[in-house]
């Protein structure tokens, strides 16, 4: 069973940082585009960044400047470096991935559980 588990949230002032870490596991041939998604109380969920396989990355743009998405493949993890957080970075962030995974000729779309981010003022 492939899985997306998230690690790194919490709670921080604002000014602060944190790292958000993505690490997907089971039977997994390849990793395709990655990406970090968030989704503030009442609020759509919105892309905060993604990095496709060739290392390309895009941000939204009230975090540039400010994060910075990477990935390792030989881990199949997808790190979100988070600087300078305001609190209106306030959100669940949900780690997605692209990924071929055993049995599969075309890469599924996979979500983690999300991880729970609070910047206080």
């Known amino acids: 069973q492939v899985q997306l588990v998230e690690s790194g949230g919490g709670l921080v002032q604002a000014g602060g940082s944190l790292r958000l870490s993505c690490a997907a596991s089971?039977?997994?041939?390849?990793?395709?585009?990655m990406g970090w998604y968030r989704q503030a109380p009442g609020k759509q969920r919105e892309l905060v960044a993604r990095i496709n396989s060739g290392g390309n990355t895009n941000y939204t743009d009230s975090v540039k400047g400010r994060f910075t998405i990477s990935r390792d493949n030989a881990k199949n993890t997808v790190y979100l470096q988070m600087n300078s957080l305001k609190p209106e970075d306030t959100a669940v962030y949900y780690c997605?991935?692209?990924?071929?995974?055993?049995?599969?000729?075309?890469?599924?779309?996979?979500w983690g559980q999300g991880t729970q981010v609070t910047v206080s003022s």
């Open positions: 089971g039977r997994i041939f390849s990793m395709g585009a």
């Open positions: 997605n991935a692209y990924l071929l995974v055993a049995g599969s000729y075309i890469l599924y779309d996979y």
